[in-house]
């Protein structure tokens, strides 16, 4: 009955279903009347959290308002009973909260870490929280116990407030575990797209399992022999999705298959690379499935090389790319040839080689 008359949820509705359970207090009736009369909301919440001492939703919620009254020595006493009867996540999180709206970090750090070991999965608010207090990677995660959980989030923290230095260091420090290893490429990719060639260069060698890049010794290029399908990530291949052209890797080569319904100019495939000041030759072999003109050629940004011959054989080409240094872009592409029609057909291309010319 007192169920059925509290459903009406106004103040009178829910004072009487109380009295239809009395001698019986009920907490969460009280709190809910504590909602429908915010003027008297502090007695209803005490009232709460003496029917039920053990509801430590009545003592959350009794803290909170004692602390938006000012009264803040009842409500660290009301949240710490909170904690103190449920040992769970959201307790401890609350009373981080209470804490850091005190300014006071040393209690801030104590709950901080229980509510971190309690958490399941989203650790960004504690984190927010955490930053707040000290933005300093290393010292943020020495406030708590098991860092090594925490760092994944933390780095998307990071990296979604576009603090890449700040992500570079916790990145160091996952570098050590190979689980990690998508977390690094991911940002090694970004830091790329920020144009951080040092920082991007140290992620990808320690997590992508391909031949460490080394400019200065001309070991450029990233999955030459094409023996990995392209990651589309970092300093990989990123093979382009195009209307009118199927891509296909198997291993040690790629194929393009060309419709004669791709635009006129696109690009197939390209892969960023850190240049060092020297001149580099590209040397690839490839095979067309006709002796049509290609179309296909390729270049370093702008700089565009000739145009790939036709060959139905296995054949070497090559490309003198033009002195540059730093973060390039080196892209094969389409391009119909002033006065033919748009090529139908195949070329495939395989052990690509990136040298230091004399």
């Not at 279903?17 to 919440?45: N, Y």
């Not at 010794?217 to 970092?234: F, Q, S, Y």
Request: proline share 6%.
């Amino acid at each position: 009955m007192a169920d059925t008359v509290s459903r009406h949820d106004t103040p009178e509705a829910v004072t009487s279903a109380i009295r239809l359970q009395w001698p019986v207090p009920s907490a969460e009736l009280e709190r809910t009347l504590a909602e429908l009369e915010p003027a008297l909301a502090q007695q209803h919440l005490a009232r709460a959290a003496s029917a039920n001492p053990r509801s430590a939703a009545s003592w959350i919620a009794l803290g909170l308002l004692e602390e938006s009254s000012r009264d803040l020595t009842a409500a660290e006493q009301s949240l710490r009973e909170a904690a103190r009867i449920d040992r769970q996540y959201l307790p401890a999180w609350t009373l981080a909260n209470f804490y850091f709206r005190r300014a006071d970090r040393e209690r801030f750090w104590e709950w901080a870490n229980r509510a971190a070991t309690l958490a399941y999965d989203d650790f960004r608010p504690l984190l927010r929280l955490g930053d707040s207090f000290e933005p300093d990677p290393f010292l943020l995660l020495a406030h708590f116990q098991n860092a090594r959980r925490l760092r994944p989030p933390y780095l998307n923290f990071l990296i979604g407030e576009n603090r890449l230095d700040a992500a570079q260091q916790v990145a160091r420090e996952m570098a050590k575990e190979r689980a990690n290893d998508p977390h690094l490429i991911d940002l090694a990719d970004r830091q790329i797209r920020a144009g951080n060639a040092d920082a991007a260069v140290e992620l990808w060698n320690a997590a992508s399992g391909f031949q460490p890049i080394e400019p200065a010794e001309a070991k450029i290029l990233t999955n030459g022999d094409l023996a990995r399908a392209p990651l589309n990530l970092g300093f990989d291949w990123r093979v382009i999705q195009t209307e009118g052209i199927a891509q296909r890797w198997r291993p040690s080569e790629l194929i393009f298959t060309l419709s004669g319904s791709q635009p006129e100019a696109c690009v197939l495939l390209e892969q960023t690379i850190f240049l060092v000041a020297r001149h580099f030759q590209l040397r690839f072999d490839y095979m067309t499935s006709e002796r049509a003109p290609t179309g296909v050629h390729w270049s370093l940004d702008n700089a565009e090389g000739p145009t790939i011959e036709p060959s139905a054989q296995w054949r070497e080409g090559t490309f003198d790319l033009p002195r540059a240094h730093g973060l390039r872009n080196l892209k094969l592409l389409y391009r119909r040839a002033p006065g033919t029609t748009r090529t139908e057909g195949r070329i495939e291309v395989r052990n690509l080689r990136l040298e230091a010319l004399s």
